[in-house]
């Protein structure tokens, strides 16, 4: 394979430049000609390509967001899209392609791979909702921007006595929430997951204050519920004030750990090797401390299981 492409497709998160990097530098030690493909599969349709080099990825593996952009694409899903994006890499003669996103983006790589290019998926998302890999890339900062801001939090909750509910990312996964509550040591972690009521949570609030802790923090993830809803809920039945902080964007920038850094430098460079050695449509993950290679079709079967051990130990360590 002489000629690959990158691409950083659907939400940013902190360690994609990181894994560019890798895939540029790992590509070009292989002899081969890396191009990137700006606003993901935006990108292919418009042959917005960009031939890198060694210093083209300088510098940015200590940054968030991505370098190439990223975007989504209605128009990629339409044949007429595929067609024109198929033509611009005939045109350039790109053989391979490494994609970074979450499983949107991958149901797009399928759909290349079956059209005859090699494709190689990298689990880039801050939702950690992608399965066959523990961690994706930007969990692990999106994880500590969260306890960052909590920490902040705390300082005042506890010396105004309230109840604060952090409102997190994920509408669908609760991972962000649970592992940065548990990181928190928040009193209550509501999760899409896991069914809740609000008197549940009032008596845990109420239970708490009896044994003289006058303040609590909720971290909530969005799929859960509305942050303002729940707080007017819980004012209304225990008569706390309650304060809602909603952490938004903040949680998709920064600049990523060493962590995220690491891991994406070891998918980046697996993803080349797999593509050099002719494998295509399949995912890079890492599962217990060692790279995973799995079916993308796999991928998209398969739900994420959720950390229920997590998920109970948070409970009793908040008791
Ligand atoms: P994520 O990768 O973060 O899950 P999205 O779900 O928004 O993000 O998907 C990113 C992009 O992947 C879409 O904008 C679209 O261009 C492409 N994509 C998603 N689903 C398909 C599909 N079924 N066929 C082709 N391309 C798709």
Redesign the pocket.
Known sequence: MKRIGILT???DAPGMNAAIRAVVRSGIYNDMEVYGIRR??AGLINGDFVKMDLGSVGDIIHRGGTILRT????E??TPEGMEKALKNIEALGLEGLVVI????????AI?LSKRGVATIGIPG?IDNDIPFTDYSIGFDTAVNTVVEAVNKIRDTATSHERTFIIEVMGRESGNLALYSGVACGAETILVPEMPFTIKDVCEKIMSGFRRGKLHSIIILAEGAGQGFDVGREIKNITGFETRIIVLGHLQRGGTPTAFDRILASQMGGKAVELLKSGVSNKMVGWVKGELLVTDLEQILTTNKPFNMELYELANILSI
């Open positions: 497709s659907g939400g993901g599969y975007a989504r694409s209605e990629f899903k996103g979450g499983d949107g983006s991958f149901r797009g759909e998302t």
